[in-house]
């Protein structure tokens, strides 16, 4: 040993113990080191992730979240209106726009807006005869294993805001995110794995980024942690080159102590947050590349999915969402751009809707065959919807503009009635008929089924009591089973 190392070896243990009101028990908890692990179990007093009880029994484990971000077309997708296709091109009749809010001049062309029908085929699927578009004839396969929310609504029609509500519960940026409140709520399953994992594909990433799956004034233990596909799933988790498992464990096991006897003395959270975090990402060296080795998989799974191995598409992603909550991963966010069609509803949204029909369908397929499907929620949702009028743009084609006020989601998995459809539009598509269903209602319903009560899940910050649904928010019983 280097006159440095020992040097370096007295000033860590005089600091350990000179700061240290329960050496002992440090020592006996230094003994639990086994087994390429910092802690044999981590528990809840350093590991703010443990797995933690809900409100009342819960119908799910686990949550996938497949957002696409840009605001799909549910009348190029799963909204068929016979209607709207009998008045393409025409102006809107002044009997349907009765009550009907929305700008009558088109952005671009300053004139009134006419009724832009569907270009895309539509057929009923299965015994629920749910009607999706020639787009997505996979998912058209899985279609009794769907439920459809229709008429949903939302609050912001600009896309940052309108995906940070979606994700937070807030326009507001700087809000937790759902994953965020989950973990916070039962914390996961997983000792060598993140709780809340967020993966990414597409041309350009989701605009508002990190804030979309930030922890905020929540503990940052809580935030989501992003993944790559291929290479190291994290960058700069390998060890360094020239250092040995041993010094990297006896390292961590010192700064562990350290921050231990600081936690002691202080009762920090964001301490236990960074021992937590120090412990994973040793951990993760040997579960975050087994992760994403797709060689234990078989080859008929690969193709199922489309999957290609080291590349980050929205195939190889279900495919890891998979991967991870069977490894007991709580929350996995799939973000997926680009779905915004102003002025081209033909080329590039097929290309999208090819990207994403047969990973979506086979993660549903994959899950049900694994026995993962009745504690696992799978939602399929964008920040918004489209409009039934079409907006022209200087390329001469058509496309729709934004629509807050009826969009259409799919959920499927545990917990919720397949095969069925709650909620509605009118003929055109335009405004909700029945039952309103806002955001907030499926951020309720989504803690319900993890055994959380929306209500009850709350934070202290700045003298008020926040929570994912504000102030609103209906369970949607009507869907649960």
Request: hydrophobic letters at 35%.
């Amino acid at each position: 040993m280097t006159a440095e190392e020992q040097l370096l070896q007295f000033e860590t243990r005089r600091h350990f113990f000179s700061r240290c009101g329960i050496g002992v028990g440090k020592i006996a908890l230094a003994s639990l080191l086994s087994g390429g692990r910092i802690l044999a179990e981590p528990t809840g007093a350093t590991n703010p992730m443990a797995a933690k009880k809900g409100h009342f029994p819960a119908k799910i484990k686990n949550v996938i979240y497949l957002f696409m971000c840009g605001g799909p077309s549910q009348f190029e997708l799963y909204d068929f209106k016979p209607e709207l296709q009998k008045y393409d091109g025409k102006e809107c009749p002044e009997a349907l726009l009765k009550g009907k809010r929305f700008a009558f001049m088109d952005t671009f062309t300053k004139e009134k807006p006419k009724l832009l029908g569907s270009k895309r085929q539509f057929k009923q699927h299965g015994k629920s005869g749910a009607y999706l578009s020639e787009l997505l004839p996979h998912l058209g396969g899985v279609a009794d294993d769907l439920t459809f929310v229709r008429g949903v609504a939302t609050e912001n029609f600009n896309h940052g805001p309108a995906k940070c509500f979606a994700n937070t519960g807030s326009v507001r940026f700087g809000r937790p995110s759902m994953g965020s409140w989950v973990t916070y709520g039962i914390g996961s399953e997983s000792t060598d794995l993140p709780g809340f994992v967020v993966l990414q594909s597409g041309p350009r990433g989701p605009r508002g980024g990190a804030a979309l799956w930030a922890s905020g004034f929540l503990p940052t233990a809580y935030q989501g942690v992003p993944f790559r596909s291929g290479g190291d799933p994290i960058l700069n988790l390998a060890r360094p080159a020239g250092v040995t498992q041993a010094h990297q464990q006896k390292a961590i096991e010192t700064i562990r102590d350290m921050n231990l006897s600081t936690l002691a003395e202080t009762g920090d959270g964001e301490i236990a947050t960074r021992i937590a975090q120090y412990e994973m990402a040793y951990r993760m060296q040997s579960s975050g590349p087994e992760l994403i080795d797709f060689s234990t998989e078989s080859k008929e799974t690969i193709a199922m999915y489309g999957a290609e191995p080291g590349k980050a598409t929205y195939a190889n992603n279900c495919l890891l969402a998979r991967r991870l909550v069977e490894r007991g991963v709580r929350f996995v966010q799939l973000y997926h751009a680009d779905w915004d069609h102003h002025a081209d509803l033909g080329t590039p949204l097929t290309d999208v809707a090819r990207e994403i029909d047969q990973p979506s369908a086979a993660l549903i397929r994959d899950l049900k065959k694994r026995g993962l499907l009745d504690e696992t929620l799978v939602i399929w949702s964008g920040e918004f919807g489209r409009t039934p009028m079409g907006e022209s743009r200087e390329n001469g084609k058509s496309g729709r503009n934004h629509h807050i006020d009826a969009y259409t989601l799919w959920m499927a998995g545990g917990g919720i009635k397949p095969g069925m459809a709650i909620g509605g539009t009118d003929e055109l598509g335009f405004s909700p008929a029945g039952d309103k269903v806002e955001v907030h209602d499926i951020h309720a319903t989504l803690l319900h089924l993890l055994g959380l009560q929306h209500e009850k899940l709350t934070f202290r910050f700045q003298g008020r009591d926040f929570r994912l649904t504000d102030v609103k928010g209906t369970v949607l019983k009507n869907m649960l089973a």
